[in-house]
């Protein structure tokens, strides 16, 4: 089974902190992704990345910056964090063209980490 | 217009009821349509998925992709309160490399 793992399921940081999210995956994975999730406006892609070290910008990339140093891992950084960014953040991961030959195949995700800005 | 459109919700059945899950797209490029989960608090699980048109069934659960239609569904047989959760389709294509776009989601109730 694919395990996706968030470092933390709940975090309260404060207004302006630098705040770190990390995502790690078992399966080889080439593409990750981070989404946040608020009622009323479904699922919302932040950022993806198809290989180490390359990443392409989502929907919402504003306010966030992501890392991929290492294939398995995946983090998402808010730069200085705001109220507004206080949401449900949920990493996914998904076999790539290299794993599979096959470039769009279906994704899986962790259980999130439900982030509050004081 | 979004790109894909589920049935709102919520929906509340008695158990043992038979539910369908409904969703329509715009993009004729869509190759992959998923069904997902989600339990409170919980991500999205991966329940089903489906490459092109056509049936596949797993235990109770069918999925249902008509492309000619632009339209896929969900049914669920002998539904169980376990099965209470948010219901969540999505699909990708060749054309947006890996990304999948989401519905919004159906939230299921399923009643002893």
């Known amino acids: 089974d694919v395990k996706v793992t968030q470092s933390s399921r709940y975090l309260v940081k404060r207004t302006g902190e630098k705040v770190f999210l990390e995502c790690v995956q078992d399966?080889?994975?080439?593409?990750m992704f981070w989404y946040r999730q608020d009622p009323g406006l479904g699922l919302r892609l932040i950022y993806f990345?198809?290989?180490?070290?390359?990443?392409e910008k989502g929907d919402i990339p504003e306010g966030y910056s992501v890392s991929r140093e290492k294939k398995e891992r995946f983090s998402l950084i808010l730069e200085s964090a705001s109220t507004n960014q206080t949401s449900m953040y949920l990493c996914?991961?998904?076999?790539?063209?290299?794993?599979?030959?096959?470039?769009?195949?279906?994704?899986?995700f962790g259980d999130g980490t439900r982030l509050s800005i004081l | 217009q979004k790109e894909v459109e589920q049935d709102p919700g919520p929906l509340s059945v008695p158990e043992g009821a038979i539910v369908s899950l409904n969703c329509t797209y715009s993009?004729?490029?869509?190759?992959?349509f998923m069904w997902y989960r989600q339990y409170s608090r919980k991500g999205p699980e991966l329940l089903m998925y489906t490459y092109s048109s056509g049936n596949k069934e797993d235990g109770r659960f069918t999925a249902q992709v008509d492309k000619s239609s632009k339209y896929i569904s969900l049914f669920i047989r002998d539904s169980q309160p376990s099965d209470s959760a948010t219901y969540l389709c999505a699909m990708t294509s060749t054309t947006n490399a890996g990304k999948s776009t989401f519905g919004d989601g159906t939230t299921l109730t399923v009643k002893p």
């Open positions: 990345s198809y290989d180490v070290k390359m990443k």
């Open positions: 996914a991961s998904g076999p790539g063209l290299q794993n599979t030959g096959i470039r769009n195949q279906p994704q899986h």
């Open positions: 993009n004729s490029a869509f190759q992959y």
């Open positions: 399966m080889d994975h080439e593409n």
